[in-house]
């Protein structure tokens, strides 16, 4: 039985936000137990003296979370949750796939800007292929030319499916259920799914244009967390690139603990910033995760994850009763790419288009008033009065963007939507004036209550 003066109390914020939040919290805590049904949008809008149209937005929040289901007129309930729930923040980011003219959803790269894979395999020698399962996992020549590339001498290194693959990996073997792990909010909504289906406890750190806010990431180091997953570069959703003075703050903070530090670098070759990272100051214990699915293609699906020998042996290891090695097929098309003159020179104009994109947009946003922060990748975070009806409106005019909620480690003060500017080619202004009067809907209109 759902106790609405429970939640009455549990509310801090008296907007939809905030009493999902409260909810959420009594569902995680496990006051709310799962198949508890939630009192009528009517009830709860009484006895919060807010409008039913608030509580409505409220349920249909946690819906999206998968944390309530509506039963028709049997009313809302908590759903179960289970370890084994997925990518449920991940498939929230994108039901645009293939169904809009402009699908800015995506966080993918450009098709027509990746190096020529095609030619590459067709220049393939035989003695780049595995003969048997014994072979290393890892071919020498590509390990040569990660190791020339990494931004600290680790002492290993090897070759996973993607950097997904390679959190996954690490994440399964550093983690075990309750531990804790400081993650960016905002931040990557299948790294989020990945950490609930391993239990760990996530502890949100928010930022600037900067990094991670150095109080507050102080403040999470003394809950002992076993990791800090971060992305240095062209962090997505928002853009922004650590500074090489806030690292080194990071780093300082760490010092004093055994957190381990694990780098998603997902825009790799295509992000403008350097390639800065903790392990220049924590190299025993950062672990590097470089993506070539941006620069090269989603469908190689090749990441370097190079660290401590701890962690990557047992990567390997793990590996070795699971696929074993990425294929040597996929990995002798990257070596060649990465050392032909052609595919360098794509891969250089691609991170010159993207910037020039970026800045377009940014710039077309500013002159309707909409300001975006970060300056670097494929990634806008635009902030919005009502994240659901910009995409829906947008998705009206056929235009796919991700939902900023499935982003959010922890409630942020506003919402955003996330859009991809790798797509838009050459009809900025009218993407920015679309973007623009989706995401101002609200204020221009002044159809809706306030959160
Ligand atoms: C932050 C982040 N990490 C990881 C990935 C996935 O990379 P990969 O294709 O190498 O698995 C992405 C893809 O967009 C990403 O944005």
């Known amino acids: 039985m759902f106790d609405i003066e429970q939640l009455a109390e549990a509310v801090t914020e008296p907007s939809a936000r905030g009493i999902a939040a409260a909810v959420g919290r009594l569902i995680s805590d496990g006051t709310c137990e799962a198949g508890t049904r939630l009192p009528t949008v009517r009830e709860v809008s009484r006895r919060l003296g807010l409008s039913p149209t608030t509580v409505s937005d409220a349920w249909q929040r946690l819906a999206r979370f998968g944390l309530v289901e509506g039963r028709g007129r049997l009313g809302t309930f908590v759903t179960p949750r289970t370890r084994t729930g997925g990518a449920r923040r991940y498939r929230s980011m994108t039901s645009a796939a293939g169904h809009v003219d402009l699908d800015l959803s995506t966080g993918s790269p450009d098709p027509l800007l990746l190096p020529d894979i095609v030619a590459a395999v067709g220049r393939l020698q035989a003695a780049s292929m595995a003969t048997n399962y014994w072979e290393r996992p890892v071919l020498p020549a590509l390990e040569e030319l990660l190791r020339e590339r990494q931004p600290f001498a680790a002492e290993s290194l090897t070759v996973v499916d993607g950097a997904l693959d390679a959190l996954d990996r690490v994440a399964t073997w550093a983690l075990g259920l309750g531990d804790r792990v400081i993650v960016e909010n905002p931040a990557f909504p299948p790294l989020l799914d990945l950490l609930d289906l391993v239990g760990a406890e996530v502890i949100p750190v928010g930022g600037d244009d900067e990094g991670m806010d150095p109080v507050a990431f102080a403040k999470a180091l003394e809950l002992r ?92 290891e793990r590996r070795a009763i699971g ?36 800045h377009a947009l940014v710039a077309a946003l500013h002159e309707h008033g909409v300001e975006v922060g970060g300056s670097d990748g494929i990634n806008l975070w635009v902030p919005t009065e009502d994240e659901r009806s910009s995409t829906v409106s947008l998705a009206a005019r056929s235009i796919g963007v991700a939902p900023g909620f499935p982003f959010e480690a922890a409630p942020l003060p506003t919402e955003h939507i996330r859009v991809t500017v790798s797509m838009v080619r050459d009809d900025v202004q009218s993407v920015a004036a679309a973007l623009a009067e989706a995401v101002q809907g609200r204020r221009s209109s002044g159809r809706h209550q306030s959160r």
Request: aromatic share 4%.
């Open 225 to 316: 967390p076993r990791a800090v997953f971060l992305q240095p570069r062209a962090h997505n959703p928002t853009g922004r690139s650590m500074s090489t003075a806030r690292a080194e703050q990071l780093a300082g903070l760490l010092a004093g603990h055994s957190t381990l530090v694990v780098e998603d670098d997902h825009s790799g070759d295509i992000s403008t910033s350097p390639n800065l990272s903790l392990g220049r100051w924590l190299p025993e214990r950062t672990v590097r995760i470089t993506s070539f699915s941006k620069s090269h293609g989603p469908d190689l699906r090749l990441a370097a994850v190079a660290g401590p020998h701890d962690v990557i042996d047992a990567v390997v």
């Open 323 to 358: 696929p074993a090695w990425s294929s040597r097929i996929l990995q002798g098309v990257l070596a060649a790419l990465l050392e032909d003159p052609v595919a360098v020179s794509t891969v250089e104009r691609a991170r010159e288009t993207y910037c020039v994109r970026r």
